[in-house]
């Protein structure tokens, strides 16, 4: 098992390299996000990030904003999504990232609330997918979707699975705490069981089931030993990503407890 900590846009990358392998991470998921961190930003510090990685035989995975419109029925605006996410997958391929991931969020205002339109919505998303996962495999970079919380009428699970069934190639990132957000340990264990074949990697934090609040470890309401008999029985042994918001520190607090957990 891989432990890692995503890094923050707010701060330069090489500088947050630096403090995740301080605090003892495996690796970095780089986020390709604003305001320090944008495609452009990051392939003018390609050398830097590069070397970086290499002294200190560090991998890095990739993570996207997770508001992008790729379900979007304004077809120009999902056009320039589509192109800003095959930039986000040239600068993962720039900086030998393999795994890249972007987040099956979206149907904003009145658009989910009939089921046209959420047929319109998984269409378009799918489409999308599909187009960014052709790109993707020219640049040997594999994508995985990543579970958001529900939102007011959001995508449920089952649009999530008709995704991921009907793009070739694209992979399952589960986010552990978003899925206890949506219907608590019995939807983690769907998650778990209906993808076990598909799940790529991980992100582990804490809430209260209410809303995504991103805490460390035991702060929430997450039953971890629960979660840990999961991840055992699927026999994972990937990529785990603490993404915990509180601090860094709190953060690999959270690994350790993890690691003693997972054995």
Not at 30 to 48: D, S
Not at 83 to 96: F, P, Y
């Amino acid at each position: 098992m891989q432990y890692g900590l995503l890094s923050s846009a707010i701060y330069d990358l090489t500088e947050e390299i630096k403090s995740i392998k301080k605090l003892g991470f495996d690796y970095v998921e780089i986020g390709i996000e604003e305001p320090k961190a944008t495609p452009q930003i990051l392939i003018r510090q390609k050398a830097q990030i590069l070397g970086l990685l290499k002294e200190y035989r560090m991998q890095a995975l990739g993570h996207t904003s997770y508001w992008v419109g790729f379900g979007s029925s304004h077809n120009k605006v999902r056009e320039g999504w589509i192109a800003e996410g095959k930039e986000m997958i040239h600068v993962a391929a720039s900086l030998n990232i393999k795994l890249l991931n972007f987040h099956f969020h979206g149907g904003e205002g009145q658009s989910m609330q009939t089921k046209f339109g959420r047929d319109i919505f998984v269409s378009n998303f799918t489409d999308s997918m599909l187009e960014l996962s052709r790109f993707a495999k020219k640049s040997k970079v594999t994508l995985m979707l990543e579970n958001v919380p529900l939102q007011r009428n959001g995508p449920t699970i089952k649009e999530y699975s008709q995704v991921i069934e009907n793009t070739q190639g694209l992979m399952v990132h589960l986010d552990i705490a978003h899925a206890y957000t949506e219907g608590g340990m019995k939807m983690i264990r769907e998650y778990v069981e209906r993808f076990s074949d598909k799940i790529a990697h991980l992100h582990i934090h804490d809430n209260h089931g209410e809303h995504d609040e991103h805490l460390p470890l035991g702060m929430g309401t997450i039953d971890f030993n629960g979660v840990a008999s999961m991840l055992k029985g699927m026999d994972y042994n990937r990529t785990i990503t603490l993404e915990v918001f509180t601090s860094k520190s709190d953060a690999a607090s959270s690994m350790r407890y993890l690691k003693g957990i997972l054995g």
